[in-house]
């Protein structure tokens, strides 16, 4: 497994930090069952704390007996008295960087694996994880989901969520016949700044959204070798990477589905550095500008690069029917209320144009602390912390696999109608 710093390995497992809160081991034998089965087995030998010492109850009768329960579509919550949950990191990159820190700040064992170790994969599924969290690369999704729902494990799986609509079916049906839980990692819902705003907009603070902007510049792809990300047919593209983002954001803001989209998409760095030294083509967009109609009557739209020559702050604006609220490198928001004249009261013309094209002072500023840690950190603490206390509840929770679908369609949709430059 590649790490972002120091020699490769293929495996690691990650302690919770002695800070985190108490994970006492559980008992031999003791086990969380539903009702109806508890007063039969958990009553007898399941329940029986004096198992001989060389019994691996975990090992044997747990994995048979949860199999059992999922197959016929109940969720076993974990022990209250036990409150560990061993993740299972499925991802080098920002599975590794992102993803695996944040379990391990919530108290969580982690295991980091390459998923491109086949073998290293299929040994780590068959072991002891409450959750398995997938961050491979989309062309690796479908074989990874599939492979931990065989084993009974509940799954979140990173977007876009497989290579198409057809890989996402197939993911979400699998997961609906195994009655495992299942979460898609739509982190940015959790966003700080994303939350206040839909507070604000919940609220009616500006009034019905009509229309959502974002410009989103970047140099993060620039000088970069040729991977995965800038391969089409494996799943690489800007519009998988960060558009689904936007997808997800749109649905969750205006609360209605996507019925139609399109736009441009261009490849700004058309050749990077390959892996054997030459050069190699970029066949998916690192670069586009898009607009959608939702199914409500909203409309929206994005310009987003990410191998241009500077980052530029981020701007997102929600235009509603009495207000806008527009927020500048997640950082300040501001909250802006539509003028209402007085009764009886008739504007100049020169003060019309001024309001008309000049940004009066806003009716509200809200800050927010600049983030020097890790980039996603703010939005995955608390999204993940929600997906732990799920795991816990054996409750499920969403965006789930049936959203994957939906955002899965939407990108499909996207692509299709976009024009290729």
Known sequence: MAQRMGAPVTRKSLRPPARGFPMPRQPRGSLAFPTALSSGLAAGCFAYPAWPSRFNFRRYVYPALIGYVMHQGLVVPLDEGDSRVRILVIGSGFGSYAMAPVYQSHGCEVEVVSPRDGEAVSSAMAGEFDLVSIHSPPFMHKDHVLLALSHGKPVLCDKPFGLDEVEARAMRDAARESGSLNFLNCEFRMKPTHRKMKELVEAGAVGKPVHIHLNFFSNGLRGREHRWLNDRELGGGWIGAYGSHFVDTLRWFFGSEIADCGGLTRVDTRMRPGPDGGEAASTAEDAYSAWFLMANGGTANIDSCYSGPVPIAPRMTIIGSDGALELVGETQLFVRRAIVEEPGVTLTRDERIRRAVGADTPDEVITFPPNHGETHEPALTPWLAKVLQAVRDGRQ???????????????????????RL
């Not at 929770?397 to 024009?419: K, Y």
Request: charged fraction near 20%; aromatic fraction near 8%; avoid cysteine.
């Open 397 to 419: 929770i969403t965006p789930d696999f049936e959203e994957g679908v939906v955002m899965a369609d939407a990108l499909a949709l996207w692509r299709s109608n976009a024009v």
